[in-house]
């Protein structure tokens, strides 16, 4: 069975910090694989999508960048942490073939809070 | 971005009462998704659905791909207290993109 692992959990970072957030899927190979944002009792937010090694589809301008160095790895980054970067941060994979369905699945997330 | 249409935003239910909610969309979608989401948890997948017309249950839940295929709902008979979490849509339409739009949220709360 698949398997989606996000770490930390929870950070606390400065003003001013880098990022560094990890997504590692287990169990399928090939995913689609994507980054939200969710503030605090509102929806979800595309902040960065992949469908390959190497390859980001940016859905937002703004402080963060996204990088996929292995096929199931799939990082969000940020050089310099702004106070409007808070949130809960979910990655999430999806099958790339219809044959497979067309299912989302998403991680435990991080909860992001910068001081 | 995008975001489909859900209501209602939020409702109070009754323990054991049914329950029901929809999404709308404004474009076609070959995938409908439903999501239940606990405080400070990750999205967990309820139902898929993939076809105009489709009804899929999954235990006390029930989920309509609707015919126009620009909307779905989500029924709950019975509701429990462990009911009570965000419930999100998702649309995903396979022709050329990658991206789900997801509905704005149903908030439920179950009085015990």
């Known amino acids: 069975s698949q398997t989606i692992h996000q770490w930390p959990a929870t950070l606390v970072q400065p003003v001013g910090s880098p990022l560094s957030l990890e997504c590692t899927v287990e169990?399928?190979?090939?995913?689609?694989l994507y980054w939200y944002r969710q503030a605090a009792g509102r929806g979800l937010q595309l902040l960065f999508y992949?469908?390959?090694?190497?390859?980001i589809s940016s859905e937002v301008p703004q402080n963060l960048s996204a990088s996929r160095p292995q096929d199931r790895q799939f990082i969000l980054s940020s050089k310099k942490l702004l106070l409007s970067d808070s949130g809960f941060y979910l990655c999430?994979?999806?099958?790339?073939?219809f044959g497979l369905g067309y299912e989302q699945y998403f991680g435990p997330g991080t909860r992001l809070t910068v001081t | 971005g995008q975001q489909l249409n859900q209501s209602p935003q939020s409702m109070f239910i009754q323990e054991g009462e049914d329950v029901s909610m929809n999404c709308t969309s404004s474009?076609?979608?070959?995938?409908w998704l439903w999501y239940k989401q606990d405080p400070g948890e990750g999205p967990v997948l309820l139902i898929a659905?993939?076809?105009?017309?489709e009804l899929t249950s999954n235990g006390r839940l029930t989920a309509q791909f609707g015919i126009t295929r620009k909307d779905s709902f989500l029924n709950i008979s019975a509701s429990i207290p462990s009911d009570v979490g965000i419930y999100f849509c998702?649309?995903?339409?396979?022709?050329?993109?990658?991206?789900?739009?997801f509905g704005t949220g149903t908030r439920l709360k179950v009085l015990a």
């Open positions: 999430a994979w999806a099958r790339t073939s």
């Open positions: 169990g399928t190979s090939n995913p689609n």
């Open positions: 992949s469908v390959g090694i190497g390859q």
């Open positions: 474009s076609i979608f070959n995938t």
């Open positions: 659905l993939y076809k105009a017309g």
């Open positions: 998702a649309g995903h339409t396979s022709s050329g993109t990658y991206k789900y739009i």
